[in-house]
């Protein structure tokens, strides 16, 4: 695997577009992929064919969006009993999914749709995560999500919602440094103070993409190569998340493999150069 900046920590989405090029290439500069489940948990074909031949050579993550962990309904059985046979194939190394709701009964909105920050939809999120763990007999990550409106009678801001997700669950967290950069944009508030607020003991994982600049709002597409002031946060946290898994994820857009695998050198090299950082100043 060649390069001097490549760091166990840093994957990428595995997305259709690359099959081809992983097929002929398996040895990458990329450490681990990142699977959506769904596209998985239905699949016989050349999808799960090819996961399972990554699987030999990479650690994979299983990273879904239909959960509906938010739910008031409950979360779907037959969901869970697809994503644990899937589980139980792949042996991810971490299993994630979003803090929101997706849809009500059968019907999937196929979107990631916000919740109020409020202490009923905190105990509710609560108790549908104390099911899928206990369900899956495994801990969950749960990703903060971009949200465009907010709720009148939220009771607290959404960094203090995620942290007592975890906390009250004992689930971990996925932070999507991209998301926090979006929703501050959106909001108007300062996305490192969101970045700060949360309890990093309880970070897994971490997301970095690109969104799209609609002029009045940031629009969370992951259709644009990662914009600099996402680097910038990125690159403040660095010393603390130099332990943490991180996932470049292009889902709109997509370029070649070689490209993204760019992306992924660029944080490797910020987080190796926090690392040498921090240890000249530890021997100064």
């Not at 060649?2 to 450490?31: C, I, W």
């Not at 999914?97 to 609560?126: A, F, K, R």
């Not at 971009?146 to 906390?167: A, C, G, I, Q």
């Amino acid at each position: 695997m060649g390069s001097q900046f490549v760091s166990h920590k840093v994957g990428m989405g595995l997305r259709p577009p690359h099959y081809p090029y992983l097929e002929e290439n398996p040895q990458t500069d990329v450490a681990w992929f990142e699977a959506i489940s769904e596209n998985y948990m239905d699949s016989l074909g050349r999808p799960l064919e090819l996961l399972l031949k990554l699987r030999k050579d990479y650690p994979i993550a299983l990273h879904g969006v239909s959960m509906n962990i938010g739910s008031t309904a409950g979360i779907r059985v037959d969901y869970l009993e697809k994503l644990r046979n899937l589980i139980d194939r792949v042996e991810p190394f971490i299993v994630s999914d979003h803090i929101c709701w997706t849809g009500i009964g059968t019907q999937n909105m196929h979107d990631l749709l916000p919740l109020p920050y409020t202490e009923d939809s905190l105990q509710q999120v609560v108790d549908n995560i104390d099911f899928v763990q206990d369900y899956l007999r495994r801990p969950l990550a749960l990703e903060n999500v971009s949200t465009y409106l907010s709720f009148r009678h939220n009771e607290m801001p959404e960094w203090d919602f995620v942290s007592e997700v975890s906390k009250r669950s004992g689930c971990a967290l996925l932070l999507d440094i991209n998301n926090a950069y979006v929703n501050g944009m959106n909001h108007g508030f300062d996305p490192i103070n969101f970045l700060r607020s949360i309890p990093l003991d309880r970070v897994a994982q971490i997301h970095m993409a690109g969104p799209s600049d609609y002029g009045r709002y940031m629009f969370d597409t992951h259709a644009n190569e990662i914009p600099e002031e996402v680097w910038s946060l990125f690159t403040q946290m660095a010393p603390q998340i130099s332990h943490i898994p991180i996932c470049i994820e292009r889902d709109e857009d997509i370029p070649d493999f070689k490209t993204l695998e760019t992306e992924v050198m660029k944080a490797a090299y910020i987080l190796e150069s926090s690392h040498e950082s921090q240890r000249s100043t530890i021997f100064v």
